[in-house]
């Protein structure tokens, strides 16, 4: 069923304290022209709390503690899945070509941590993980990888492991072949690999969550400050800057850039990819 904005009265005020708060909380931005998406996107989720406008959902989401159970449905209710896996694997291979060799060089046994920050289905870290298993060395070394995302919704895929013919549109077939075997429903990932990744649900805006996982020396946070401020953006890297060691690694989507913002982060090519390096 369809909820529409008239009837629930997103007057602009409320859907300016909506859009403030929800801004506030998890980073994500709508424009004022955006008023509608946002309102077909939440309007389901304003009826089954029961409540009869935004403005009362707004006030239930601001002042009653009782809606920290509500911010990951609106995660789920907001967010944009769209992932596959082999994208944009340049930056991949620059990990995998150069800053593992690197990182192990001279003998170190330390694990090397890597964070898929909004992982979304999984598709992301998978590809990391198959990328290094072809490459030798997820038998060789000890590297742990992490996938998480706001949604709890998205980190239950992942954690199924099933995946349907639009994950596969960049994958080379013999990969396909090597790693996952056909099911009624889709295409499993083999138990070896899927096994290799520890999910989690964190919000980039919380920095109690992002906490465990921004230590590690190389962060994906691939196509999700698209949907960013400017200064949501700028918050979470400062938040990973602060927290990543150095040399910190932190590879964002090609379509995105920190270049105009103040994070500390150096843009620097490494093995034909752009990287954002902390030194
Ligand atoms: C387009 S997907 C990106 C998936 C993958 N990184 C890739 O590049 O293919 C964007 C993901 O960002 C997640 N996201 C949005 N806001 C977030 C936040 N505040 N914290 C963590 N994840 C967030 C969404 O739930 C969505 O799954």
Redesign the pocket.
Known sequence: MKFHAETLGLSDTAFNLLCDLIHQR???FYENNKQEILADKLSARVVECGFHSFLDYYYFLKYDPAAAAEWPRI?DA???????FW??MDQVRALVDVLVPQYFAAGRRDPLRIW?????TG??PLSIAMALHEAGWLARVPIEIYG????PV?IQKAQRGLYRERSFRALPAELRARYFTAEEEGWRIAPHLHSRIRWAV????AEDEIAPFASSPVI?????FI?FSPEATCRVARAFYERMPSPGYLFI?AAESLLRLNTGFELQQVGGAFVYVKQ
């Not at 907001?78 to 596959?84: A, C, D, I, K």
Request: with cysteine; net charge negative; aromatic share 8%.
């Open positions: 998890t980073g994500l995660m907001l967010s944009v899945q769209e992932t596959y994208r944009e898929s920050a909004a992982c979304a598709e992301e998480s995302d706001a949604s998205a964190v919000n980039l805006l994906f946070c691939r196509n999700v949907y989507a």
